[in-house]
């Protein structure tokens, strides 16, 4: 049973959190990532009660799904939660699945959003536009507040973005 229909990812194990949690940690110490789904919990937060009953299910990428099930098989007669101290699978219990952080290298480029030529002439015009659209000021015309609002935080937008432009240039 997989996941999503066209999921990358096969189930391995269902068993209790405890030695579901402790497949996982065994799995990843042989570099091998997975994903722990627990249906009782999930339908515990989504408030629809605990209908599933206890099994949590591991999942592995289908590459790795053979060497999971080896090890899995290998580890599993000698996996034995009674002789495990009760302080060691309640922390077992709370482990939380780690979170996946992007980090760059410090030689690594900064990547910066680079604005195509229609766009900065887009934005020129937009800006000639809204000052011709406020030129009656000058000769002492009044116009609609709205009028002087959108024409101003468009000459203002614009403007910053044709300054950001040339401002960031390498």
């Known amino acids: 049973m997989n996941i999503l229909p066209k999921s990358d990812y096969e189930k391995v194990f269902d068993g209790s959190q405890i030695t ?3 497949i996982k940690l065994l799995l990843e110490e042989s570099g091998i990532t997975s994903i722990i789904r627990d249906d009782g919990e999930s339908a ?13 299910k591991l999942f592995v990428n289908k590459k790795d799904v053979l060497k999971a ?12 939660t009674e ?10 219990a709370r482990q939380k699945d780690p979170v996946i952080t992007m980090t760059s290298s410090k030689n690594k ?18 800006i000639i536009y809204s000052a011709w659209r406020l030129s ?11 009028r002087i609002a959108l024409s101003g935080g468009l000459i203002v937008f614009c403007g910053w973005a044709l300054i950001n432009h040339f401002r960031t240039r390498d």
């Open 20 to 22: 579901t949690q402790h």
């Open 83 to 92: 002789n495990i101290p009760d302080e060691d699978l309640e922390a077992l």
């Open 136 to 146: 009656p000021l000058l000769n002492g015309e009044t116009l609609p507040t709205w």
């Open 69 to 80: 099930k080896h090890i899995i098989a290998s580890k599993i007669d000698t996996l034995d």
């Open 44 to 56: 515990l937060r989504g408030g629809y009660g605990a209908a599933h009953g206890n099994d949590v």
């Open 109 to 126: 480029k900064k990547e910066t959003y680079t604005r195509s030529p229609f766009n900065l002439f887009l934005n020129i015009i937009i």
